[in-house]
């Protein structure tokens, strides 16, 4: 995704990307779209040894999560509408 961009280090070395996931829903008549990434497999490069499956559970754990954090209130009804 990143490849054109400027690396560190050695230019042989293959560009390390960020594994992304993302979740969209509508709540209340609104899209919310949330998105998070492992970072770490950036960070920790060659300490980092995650399955894909791994991966992929992990990025839905951090999502549901951070949606059980939220709050949603319903929106009062618009004023003049019956």
Do not use: C, Q, W
Request: hydrophobic share 40%; net charge positive; aromatic share 10%.
């Amino acid at each position: 995704m990143f490849a054109e961009r400027a690396t560190f280090g050695d230019k042989l070395d293959k560009p390390v990307v960020a594994k992304r996931g993302n979740v969209l829903f509508v709540k209340y008549g609104y899209i919310f779209v949330m998105s998070t990434e492992l970072a770490e497999r950036v960070l920790e490069r060659t300490t980092y040894h995650k399955t894909t499956a791994e991966e992929d559970k992990l990025l839905r754990e951090r999502l549901l999560d951070l949606l059980t954090k939220m709050d949603f209130t319903k929106p009062a009804a618009a004023m003049g509408k019956k």
